[in-house]
């Protein structure tokens, strides 16, 4: 089965200062996506994936994604207090299937 | 806006009864999935349906089932509740099998506390 790890799991930060988020998957997946989850609420998607190399920025975030390595990136740019929220990295799998990360919870403090 | 209405938002009930979450999907999304979030929880992806057919199966108890009908709307059918099984319940939908992106969309979830 595909695994997808995230981490940090738990994200504290100050206004203004950058980070990154990761995303490692188990097997070779063709797709990779990011979503973001206000508490209590739906999951938004933010990024989609699709090849080897693709980058996708929006405001203060930017999505990367290298195949060979099993990997995505979520970078915060001079993060502000509306990016807190969990953020979800999925990739998706055989027979359609998606795979999520555990989560990062980011908090943007003041 | 996703496109995916579930209802109801939120449901009440007792331990040992039996509920139906419903999720209309995107018009045009073939595929629908269900998800469970428990607090302080990930996603735990119960079951997929495409075009009305059962394609994958997660974490689903026994006393869990659903189905999609022919109008792709899809029901979740939860019974022999637990307390335990409070949580909020996702509806997603895509396009299914060939789709560009094919990413999901998710409803704005059912909230369920067994009491």
């Known amino acids: 089965e595909l695994k997808v790890e995230q981490n940090p799991l738990f994200l504290s930060m100050q206004e203004g200062k950058n980070y990154t988020i990761y995303c490692n998957y188990s097997t070779t997946s063709d797709r990779l996506y990011w979503y973001r989850q206000d508490p209590g609420k739906s999951l938004e998607s933010l990024f989609v994936?699709?090849?080897?190399?693709a980058v996708k920025q929006e405001g203060r975030l930017m999505a990367s994604l290298d195949t060979k390595a099993r990997l995505s990136t979520l970078h915060i740019t001079a993060a502000v207090h509306d990016l807190s929220a969990t953020y979800f990295c999925a990739v998706r799998g055989t027979g359609n299937q998606f795979y999520f990360g555990t989560g990062t919870s980011l908090t943007v403090i003041p | 806006d996703s496109g995916v209405t579930q209802t109801p938002k939120h449901l009440i009930t007792a331990t040992g009864q039996r509920v139906t979450l419903r999720c209309s999907p995107r018009?045009?999304?073939?595929?629908v999935y269900w998800y469970q979030q428990s607090l302080d929880q990930g996603l735990q992806f119960l079951i997929q349906?495409?075009?009305?057919?059962?394609?994958a199966k997660g974490n689903i108890l026994e006393r869990f089932s659903a189905q999609q009908f022919p109008d792709l709307h899809s029901e979740l059918n939860l019974s022999s509740l637990e307390l335990g099984d409070s949580a909020l319940y996702f509806c997603a939908s895509s396009q299914g099998q060939g789709a560009n992106t094919g990413e999901l969309f998710f409803g704005e979830g059912s909230r369920l506390t067994v009491l």
């Open positions: 994936l699709l090849s080897n190399g």
């Open positions: 349906y495409y075009n009305g057919e059962e394609r």
């Open positions: 018009s045009g999304d073939l595929s």
